[in-house]
């Protein structure tokens, strides 16, 4: 209520992982899950980060019991699944691509509508079993409540203009981040039915 939306600029989505010799498919992780309730644990970045809230959104779309394990980062979490302390976990697709690339670890899928750029052999996990199953993180710019509709429609074509550049395009793909130009209106509706869905 304090904030007045001006534009979105990037998406970011969740993969989930899990070790090399772990399931080859949601399917199985799911299947793993049910036959052993609360025998299973995912690793995260801290208690209500998106890599925990992630856990919890897979705890209720698959209907399995597995334990949240907290670390005190992302670098954390991962140390703690390639040495075997966790089944699993949530993060970043940039970040964890290389650990997938090298072997090191096992992409199941990721958190998006449709298939990430970055992986497009990877199923979503919405593809993979999970009904609408999207968890992001995303970068935006807001300005305080009560600003003159004109500034803010000015700023967003401003924004909108400076993500359009190929090199700000370039860039931003090279982090993993997905550029999502949009209407104030637009990105109002967006964090509309994010808080709808993590208030769930």
């Not at 698959?62 to 979490?77: M, N, R, S, T």
């Not at 509508?113 to 199953?133: I, K, V, Y």
Request: glycine share 10%; proline share 8%.
């Amino acid at each position: 209520k304090s904030f007045a939306p001006i534009a979105k600029l990037t998406e970011g989505y969740e993969v989930l992982v899990v070790a090399p010799d772990g399931p080859k498919t949601v399917q199985d992780l799911v299947a793993q899950a049910r036959a052993n309730p609360g025998k299973l644990n995912f690793g995260s970045a801290g208690f209500g980060n998106l890599t925990h809230l992630s856990g919890e959104l897979l705890k209720l779309k698959a209907g399995i019991d597995i334990v949240h394990i907290p670390y005190k980062g992302a670098p954390e979490c991962q140390t703690a699944l390639l040495s075997g302390q966790v089944h699993m976990m949530f993060g970043e697709v940039a970040g964890l691509l290389p650990l997938v690339r090298a072997g090191r670890l096992r992409a199941l899928g990721v958190a998006s509508e449709s298939r990430n750029a970055l992986a497009p052999d990877l199923p979503t996990l919405t593809e993979a079993g999970l009904p609408d199953f999207v968890a992001l993180t995303f970068t935006g710019i807001m300005a305080p409540a009560g600003t003159p509709p004109a500034i803010v429609a000015k700023l967003n074509g401003a924004i909108n203009q400076v993500l359009a550049m190929p090199d700000v395009h370039a860039a931003l793909e090279r982090l993993g981040a997905e550029i999502r130009p949009g209407s104030p209106a637009d990105f109002a509706a967006f964090l509309a039915r994010e808080k709808t869905q993590w208030d769930e």
